[in-house]
């Protein structure tokens, strides 16, 4: 069996690094690379890799859309609930995406959740808000299973969101927490959203 069980471990955290098969080390002090060089899948406003918003959700349509990609039923915590998604995974068994299902048998989002990938103004997973350069005005506060996290616009693409963590943050839950502490959130999600998006949600 493959690593991706390690995902059902994980089935409520946001935080894929420290619990997915995506998680890579630096083969000298054991610690945990918080972001990355190599690019598995560029996320732009029209597309993910080869997925756009006409691509089928099923697995053949998926596979045909990245190539050396395989796919596998898992459940996954979004913003308000859990659910069934299909998972992306490159040769080495590195979970890469999430696709989430909408209507009409196309694809209604899709989570980047490995640093091996980069937005569309270069964000990569692992970065902080200072980093990327997001602006607070852009962000808002998360709810539910995503409490305690940003939620922010990626600069100039309207479907793109990161989602953003904020090491140790106690709240309060209901607003953006100050600036500095914003400042050091860490990239844990990029978040596609077809523009087509209106028919098939």
């Not at 997925?51 to 959700?57: A, L, V």
């Not at 990161?162 to 959130?185: C, K, M, T, W």
Request: charged residues 20%; contains cysteine; aromatic residues 8%.
């Amino acid at each position: 069996m493959r690593t991706r069980a390690a995902g059902f471990a994980c089935l409520l955290a946001l935080t894929g690094a420290a619990c997915t098969p995506t998680s890579d080390f630096d083969g000298t002090s054991g610690r945990l690379v918080r972001t990355s060089d190599l690019t598995l899948v560029q996320i732009t406003e029209d597309n993910v890799g080869g997925i756009t918003g006409e691509t089928p959700y099923s697995s053949k349509a998926i596979e045909a859309a990245l190539p050396g990609f395989t796919t596998e039923g898992i459940q996954t915590a979004e913003e308000n609930t859990t659910e069934w998604a299909l998972a992306a995974f490159n040769s080495d068994g590195f979970q890469v995406l999430q696709i989430f299902k909408g209507k009409n048998g196309k694809i209604r989002a899709v989570h980047g959740v490995t640093h091996h990938l980069q937005g569309p103004n270069g964000e990569r997973i692992g970065m902080t808000f200072g980093e990327v350069g997001t602006a607070r005005t852009d962000c808002r506060v998360g709810k539910n299973l995503w409490r305690g996290m940003a939620i922010c616009k990626s600069e100039g693409h309207s479907n793109v969101e990161l989602v953003y963590a904020i090491p140790g943050y106690q709240g309060p839950f209901d607003r953006l927490p100050v600036s500095n502490e914003l400042f050091d959130a860490e990239l844990q999600r990029i978040l596609w959203t077809p523009k087509t998006s209106g028919v098939n949600s």
